[in-house]
T-cell receptor, first 117, second 111 residues
């Protein structure tokens, strides 16, 4: 079974530029998550999708971040314009979305390391 | 707001020792608790998932316990090996399924 795929693996941009990250979850997984991990911190949930609908985006800075999951499969996360404090690793995860809370393991991709100069 | 704390922040022990990593959380209304391993430059690997109705889970040399009422979990690693060196993250799930993570314990096993 292929794991969660993310691209690019690394990205360096200047502040105020735009950037987009792509995620392909494990086949058949209904739930997809985007996390932000700042150096020395644990990951922080940005947005959660169930199929192509948003379940939770309460911690997504909506003035500059946006995400979509078309057709309930792949997802993109965009930052526009980027700030210095957006430098972090952006992790995508997926789970089966069993509907039975508590029993659903999340599988993580390798992440995209973003550096904003 | 849920907060997760992990102690210690860093730990270095000789190979072969048994060790315990600690995790505490402020809101006991959780659906599950998970322990993850993170290697440098890589994503997270799920080690153990304990549902809120369970007390512990075991996988090989790893054993995780959960005391939901007191807001605590421990990860026990038996007979540590250099390959166990990594950052260990504790995370809890409540409400929607998104996880709240601690900052992790950076573990070094000395050969």
């Amino acid at each position: 079974e292929a794991g969660v795929a993310q691209s690019p693996r690394y990205k360096i941009i200047e502040k105020r530029q735009s950037v987009a990250f792509w995620c392909n979850p494990i086949s058949g997984h209904a739930t997809l998550y985007w996390y932000q991990q700042i150096l020395g911190q644990g990951p922080k949930l940005l947005i959660q999708f169930q199929n192509n609908g948003v379940v939770d985006d309460s911690q997504l800075p909506k003035d500059r971040f946006s995400a979509e999951r078309l057709k309930g499969v792949d997802s993109t996360l965009k930052i526009q314009p980027a700030k210095l404090e957006d430098s972090a690793v952006y992790l995508c995860a997926s789970s089966r979305g069993l509907g039975s809370r508590g029993a659903d393991t999340q599988y993580f991709g390798p992440g995209t390391r973003l550096t904003v100069l | 707001k849920q907060e997760v704390t992990q102690i210690p922040a860093a730990l270095s022990v000789p190979e072969g020792e048994n060790l315990v990593l600690n995790c505490s959380f402020t809101d006991s209304a959780i659906y599950n608790l998970q322990w993850f391993r993170q290697d440098p430059g890589k994503g997270l690997t799920s080690l153990l998932l304990i549902q809120s109705s369970q007390r512990e889970q075991t996988s090989g040399r790893l054993n995780a316990s959960l005391d939901k009422s007191s807001g605590r979990s421990t990860l026990y690693i038996a007979a540590s090996q250099p390959g166990d060196s990594a950052t260990y993250l504790c995370a809890v799930s409540g409400g929607a399924d998104g996880l709240t993570f601690g900052k992790g314990t950076h573990l070094i096993i000395q050969p």
